[in-house]
């Protein structure tokens, strides 16, 4: 049987589910990681206000994030799904202190009312647990995994002098990196189907809206 090396080598790279779910987006993913949002944040010169638009509205996605994740982990298929998602939402605990940490130092209202698309997105979320198990870890995956790719891309050329690095490193760390790995392999379990195609699409345009709304 082939290794999976000597199928690199080869040149023929196994079609996963995830690779192939990314491959669509080709174009509008490389848009995320050469963000003006995302270099500015990693060069320290992103104006303080629109950082600080950005961590009110991000901290009602997180919230939301939190509800979808426990209700994803509640049709998740077996254990194996069920242990990579608890692990997802233990790290939800301390992220969400960061944010509220940074939002009393810079006396931020985390109450204020989301933008219409910040509640189009976290509706989103929700709205795709009921599409079933397929369509919500994709979902999942594809949030996270923009996240991950966008920070890790600016990790190693990040200014020392920013005052955004504990974000940078929060979505950049190995064990971030480790949790995305998992949930990749959680898709791969799946063959890659329309719904979830669209889904991972509708991830991608949502996450490119939300840092063109806060850097506006
Ligand atoms: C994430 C996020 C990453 N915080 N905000 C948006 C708009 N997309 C993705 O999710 P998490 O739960 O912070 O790892």
Redesign the pocket.
């Known amino acids: 049987m082939q290794t999976i090396r000597a199928a690199w080598e080869n040149g023929r790279v196994p079609e996963t589910t995830s690779r192939s779910l990314l491959a669509d987006q080709t174009a509008a993913w490389q848009r995320l990681l050469v963000h003006p949002f995302v270099t500015e944040t990693s060069a320290g010169s992103l104006p303080p206000a629109t950082f600080d638009r950005w961590l009110v ?2 901290y009602f ?2 919230r939301t ?2 509800s979808f ?1 426990k209700e994803l982990s509640a049709v998740a298929p077996d254990s194996d799904a069920r242990a990579i998602l608890a692990g ?1 939402l233990a ?2 605990g301390p ?1 969400l202190a960061l944010f509220e940490r940074e939002a009393a130092a810079r006396g931020l209202d985390l109450s204020t009312e989301p933008s219409l698309l ?1 509640l189009g ?1 976290s509706s989103y979320l929700l709205a795709s647990v009921a599409e079933g198990w397929p369509v919500g870890i994709t979902v999942l995956y594809a ?2 995994r ?2 991950y790719d966008a920070w890790a891309s600016v990790r190693d050329t990040t200014s020392p002098a920013t005052p955004y690095a504990e974000f940078i490193a ?2 950049s760390s190995p064990e ?1 990196a480790s949790y995305v790995d998992r949930l990749a392999w959680l898709v791969d379990r799946e063959e890659p189907t329309a719904p979830m195609r669209r889904a991972f699409y509708r991830v991608t345009r ?2 490119l809206a ?2 063109d709304l806060a850097h506006g």
Do not use: K, P
């Open positions: 509205e991000d996605f997180v994030f939190h994740l997802g790290a939800l992220e910040n997105y949030v996270e923009a996240y929060n979505w971030f949502f996450e939300f840092w």
